[in-house]
Nanobody, 126 residues
Framework: VQLVESGGGMVQPGGSLRLSCAASGFMFSTYDMGWVRQAPGKGPEWVSGINTGGGSTYYSDFVKGRFTISRDNAKNMLYLQMDSLKPEDTALYHC????????????????????WGQGTQVTVSS
């Protein structure tokens, strides 16, 4: 399993970034996927998730309405469009494979993800 993120960088508050994740080594279309972030000095926190077909998406309360997750199963790619970025969004963002099936609730936790990429740094600062 390999997950490689890209697209991070430094942006001013209110700006946008689009993260990408290239997946390989497993049947991408059969797994739910997600994004998990970790800020300096803090534990990992779940950001967003998407089901296998891409028709159902889930967001943590702190990004709902600002971030959009999507996937392209033909290209084995996962994306996170981040708009209206805030300084508190500063973190290392990891693409992750979910090892659960079904979404009994519209939230998730980092423990539900078995493989993570190395991450791409997002810094929001003026």
């Amino acid at each position: 399993v390999q997950l490689v993120e890209s697209g991070g960088g430094m942006v001013q508050p209110g700006g946008s970034l689009r993260l990408s994740c290239a997946a390989s080594g497993f049947m991408f279309s059969t797994y739910d996927m997600g994004w998990v972030r970790q800020a300096p000095g803090k534990g990992p926190e779940w950001v967003s998730g998407i089901n296998t077909g891409g028709g159902s998406t889930y967001y943590s309360d702190f990004v709902k309405g600002r971030f959009t997750i999507s996937r392209d199963n033909a290209k084995n790619m996962l994306y996170l469009q981040m708009d209206s970025l805030k300084p508190e969004d500063t973190a290392l963002y990891h693409c992750a494979r979910r090892d659960r099936t079904g979404w009994g609730r519209p939230q998730s936790t980092p423990s539900e993800y078995d493989y993570w990429g190395q991450g791409t740094q997002v810094t929001v600062s003026s």
